[in-house]
């Protein structure tokens, strides 16, 4: 395969990105498609993704909104995550190097991450990854400081494949860069948590009435909120709300987003 990105694959991977968009409300869902769509796309066996707050990639016990599929069997993908139950020092060798990219995004393969003599010697290689048959991965980290999280998608090849290309990396760099520029965007003009409820149940095309009673609330205080949209978004009528809101970013939804009271969907 050439290590070059072609006008194909690109295609494939904005239309990726339009999927997305369409299961955006749906954490799980999405990211299980991003990394079904990424595993098709770059010929990898098993994918995992998920996210973590800022400073919790090598915790896993602090990752939330976790995916994996692909395993052969179901004792393959047991003995791979028993990893993440393991807390001894040095277990997995690459970590060194990850810890020391720090806040940085990126996407490596393993062998930019650890050598083959510490990778083939090491504990989570014939404890974890030779017994689940796989062996190369690319690992793809990406930062979120609008919602302070990091987002990473881990895919992996069959002990037996050949090792993640150039190719394969850059449109997995690309293509997680692209998710990073929709939540950039949609950070600038996020709305408050309840604000956005109201208007995506308006988007849906239900009336100030039926928004109370989704929402709990008082018809008053759903009309407050309106006007509070229409003051935002300088519009001067219902039409002109959700038209201005079709054109907002629509980003996939993160749960980390959640944490500081906010949410973009």
Sequence with gaps: MSDFVTWRDARS??????????????????????VAGLSTLVGAQVGLGG???????????????SVDMGWGTGSDRRVWMQVCERQEPELDPSDARVAELGADSFTCPRHL???????????????????????????????????RAVHFVFLFKAHSDAPFSDRDRHLVHHLHGE???????????????????????FQAGHGEKEVAERLGISPRTVHDYSKALHR??????????LARARALPQPPRLLMQDVDGVGAS
């Excluded at 050598?115 to 690319?138: G, K, Q």
């Design 51 to 65: 996210e973590a707050p800022e400073g919790g990639l090598l915790d896993g016990s602090r990752h939330v909104g």
């Design 179 to 201: 998710l990073g520029l929709m939540w950039r965007e949609a950070s600038a003009v996020r709305l408050p948590r309840r604000l956005h409820q109201v208007l995506t149940l």
């Design 232 to 241: 935002r978004l300088q519009v001067r009528s219902r039409a002109e709300l």
């Design 13 to 34: 991977a904005f239309r990726l990105l339009d999927e997305l968009k369409q299961l955006r409300h749906d954490t799980l869902a999405w990211r299980s498609h991003l």
């Design 113 to 147: 991450l650890a050598t083959d003599r510490s990778w083939y010697r090491s504990v989570i290689f014939n404890e974890h990854y030779r017994p689940a048959r796989i062996n190369h991965y690319l690992l793809s980290v990406l930062q979120v400081p609008e919602h």
